[in-house]
């Protein structure tokens, strides 16, 4: 029998809903990359003593994710021994060579796309001592992890989250997906359970997806640099950069969805960055790589804040 029209109308639509959350993904536009791994390039080789232009922009990053003291004050260009301090500390973080200095692998590792909640959460003043141990004696560390007192209570172990503003930007069924397989990787080894509330209901996660400053202090950055970031218990927010090329299956040029879900709840949890490269709780993530099972450190890490 011939296709009528409205069987092909019909397969034109199921092909269309098919690529719908790819087709509304945002394309990733090079020159926002380029700009911010340039500026870093440009930066290498810069020694101690020196100054140079937009050093002051790398120590603001580094001060972002908790590399320089909390009441630090930066206004000068110069190559200082603060900076010198926290590139140590940074390179630490991430097993790099501790050199003090700003090298090709510091540079692209600070390239790779990453989370946007700091690796050192709360970081001393100055007037205490600022190496990278003494910060971390704030914290329990559990297995190259590190989290705080921030949890839930038992009386709160069956969360409910939601989908908040720009989520309809993209395909909710799609989303309502991903975030269940996500929140069910961590369902699995904890006593938590989480069910999206109906509508209209409140609910102790909500979820949502927006651009530049979105009025929570932490503002996104377009795409390629900072792809989501979460509070810490009992706030509940996590927010997605809309920005971002987001994709359920990524191509080489976009950011898997899933991945970066579990990593941030993770963080809804109370746990901090690990320093492990396999951990989910990693800070950062390359982009095309899907990494969405938990490891033992991540096992361990939220079995330490919350044991049975």
Not at 61 to 70: H, W
Not at 173 to 189: G, L, N
Not at 224 to 241: E, N, S, T, V
Not at 262 to 284: A, F, K, Q, R
């Amino acid at each position: 029998m011939a296709p009528t029209l409205s069987h092909l109308l019909l397969a034109i639509l199921v092909i269309f809903s098919i690529q719908t959350f790819k087709g509304r993904a945002r394309t990733l536009k090079p020159e926002h990359q380029q700009s911010f791994g340039s500026f870093l390039q440009k930066l290498e080789g810069v020694q101690k003593g020196q100054a140079a232009e937009r050093l002051l922009d790398l120590k603001k990053y580094l001060k972002k994710f908790g590399y320089y003291p909390s009441d630090a004050t930066l206004t000068s260009s110069d190559f200082d021994d603060h900076l010198e301090l926290a590139l140590k500390a940074y390179q630490k973080f991430y097993r790099l060579n501790v050199t003090g200095n700003l090298d090709s692998s510091t540079t692209q590792q600070m390239m790779i796309p990453r989370c946007g909640v700091p690796d050192i959460i709360n970081p001393p003043p100055s007037t205490e001592p600022s190496s990278t141990e003494s910060k971390h004696k704030k914290f329990h560390m559990v297995a190259h992890y590190a989290f705080g007192s921030n949890k839930w209570p038992p009386s709160k172990y069956a969360l409910t989250y939601t989908f908040g503003p720009g989520v309809h930007d993209f395909d909710l069924k799609t989303m309502r997906s991903v975030c269940a397989d996500a929140f069910q990787k961590w369902a699995e080894v904890t006593s938590f359970t989480f069910t999206e509330a109906t509508d209209g209901a409140s609910a102790d996660l909500v979820i949502a997806f927006y651009s530049g400053d979105h009025g929570d202090g932490a503002s996104f950055d377009g795409p390629g640099k900072i792809l989501a970031h979460a509070f810490f218990p009992q706030d509940g927010r996590l927010h997605y950069d809309a920005d971002e090329n987001w994709s359920t299956d990524p191509a080489m040029d976009q950011i898997d969805l899933e991945s970066v879900s579990v990593h941030e709840i993770g963080h809804l949890l109370g746990l901090h960055h690990s320093n492990d490269s396999e951990s989910i709780m990693y800070p950062s993530i390359h982009i095309g790589r899907k990494k969405r099972d938990l490891t033992q450190v991540d096992i361990a890490g939220i079995h330490a804040l919350y044991p049975n």
